[in-house]
């Protein structure tokens, strides 16, 4: 596709995000927060999917069912985050922490990004690695949340 075209492919992933988030935002609340981890599954499993799709007949559905998921992910999590951090700091605080640790994620995630591609991997690959140690991760958060007793999940 050529680039002009293709820039309309984030539209739809922004439109399924903003979807999800609205939907996230009327039908989740705060205790139940942590049952929305399983999108983040669907995130790492998407990634690799998206990458080896051929089709934009296949692509365009799953690019927006991917942004639904990401928008439902995100608002409960954040609204998570932030409870906790002000019960644990202040505000300020709290929005500080977590503004440092989205941005020092980012810069490790296209640091590895980069890496990989530097190792000249295939895109399909490098989407592969980085779906799997996303999968891996919410494994790992989904763990820490069904052990946990706490309404807020405390540990994540």
Same mark, same amino acid.
């Given at each position: 596709?050529?680039?002009?075209?293709?820039?309309?492919?984030?539209?739809?992933?922004?439109? #399924? %995000?903003?979807?999800?988030?609205?939907?996230? #935002?009327?039908?989740?609340?705060?205790?139940?927060?942590?049952? *929305?981890?399983?999108?983040?599954?669907?995130?790492?499993?998407?990634?690799?999917?998206?990458?080896?799709?051929?089709?934009?007949?296949?692509?365009?559905?799953?690019?927006?069912?991917?942004?639904?998921?990401?928008?439902?992910?995100? %608002?409960?999590?954040?609204?998570?985050?932030?409870?906790?951090?002000?019960?644990?700091?202040?505000?300020?605080?709290?929005?500080?922490?977590?503004?440092?640790?989205?941005?020092?994620?980012?810069? %490790?995630?296209?640091?590895?990004?980069?890496?990989?591609?530097?190792?000249?991997?295939?895109?399909?690959?490098?989407? *592969?690695?980085?779906?799997?140690?996303?999968?891996?991760?919410?494994?790992?958060?989904?763990?820490?949340?069904?052990?946990?007793?706490?309404?807020?999940?405390?540990?994540?």
């Amino acid at each position: 596709m050529p680039l002009e075209q293709a820039s309309l492919l984030q539209a739809v992933v922004a439109f #399924g %995000v903003i979807f999800g988030a609205g939907m996230a #935002g009327h039908y989740v609340a705060l205790q139940n927060a942590y049952k *929305v981890l399983p999108l983040g599954l669907w995130l790492g499993l998407s990634l690799p999917a998206l990458a080896f799709s051929t089709s934009l007949w296949i692509a365009i559905p799953l690019m927006l069912i991917t942004g639904f998921a990401g928008g439902m992910l995100m %608002v409960p999590m954040n609204a998570m985050l932030q409870n906790r951090g002000y019960t644990l700091l202040t505000a300020g605080r709290s929005i500080a922490v977590q503004g440092f640790n989205e941005n020092a994620s980012v810069m %490790v995630m296209l640091g590895v990004y980069s890496g990989l591609l530097a190792l000249e991997l295939p895109l399909q690959w490098v989407m *592969v690695i980085m779906g799997s140690v996303m999968s891996l991760g919410m494994i790992y958060l989904m763990r820490m949340a069904s052990q946990k007793t706490d309404s807020t999940c405390s540990a994540i």
